[in-house]
């Protein structure tokens, strides 16, 4: 009888509250993927049901604020992680700060502010004393 009352309580669960108990169980972050893996063969989902629900488990995991992504495609609990690691510093971590691109930036940059250096010139040449700009009482409007 318990074992059909425990079938039935799964069963009634909601996932997102089936993926938030098996990361406090594990104690540890997991890939999305093994997530819905988990949840899945908890559920007792074929397949197809597993596909026609991984989207869903994924938005709910996603706008739940239980969980946090702190790696690509991996998930954990807020819980485990300090405020001041909400940007992603797991990942951060991981990715390779890449000079190259740092190097082409101030090189557009540059080329942005000669650029713009030379519109303020040619603008210089084309601007009209003050003098010209100004009409006399005598000069006639057409």
């Known amino acids: 009888m318990s074992d059909n009352l425990a079938v039935e309580r799964v ?3 909601a996932m997102v509250d089936l993926a938030y108990d098996l990361l406090k169980q594990k104690g540890e972050a997991m890939l999305y ?5 988990e949840v899945s063969s908890m559920k007792g989902f074929t397949k197809e049901e597993a596909e026609h629900y991984i ?3 994924y938005t709910e995991i996603n706008i739940d604020g239980r969980f946090v992504c702190v790696g690509r ?12 690691q909400a940007t992603d510093s797991a990942v951060a971590a991981n990715v390779k700060e890449d000079d190259e ?3 082409l930036d101030e090189e557009l940059f540059d080329e942005e502010e000669e650029e713009l250096g030379e519109i303020e010139n040619t603008e210089d040449e084309f601007a009209m004393d003050e003098e010209e700009n100004e009409f006399d009482d005598g000069d006639e409007v057409i």
């Not at 993927?33 to 893996?37: A, G, L, N, V, Y």
């Not at 495609?73 to 001041?84: A, C």
């Open 11 to 13: 069963r009634e669960t």
């Open 33 to 37: 993927r093994d997530i819905m893996d």
């Open 55 to 57: 989207a869903q488990l």
């Open 73 to 84: 495609n991996l998930w954990g609990l807020r819980e485990w992680y300090p405020t001041d």
């Open 101 to 103: 691109y740092h190097d």
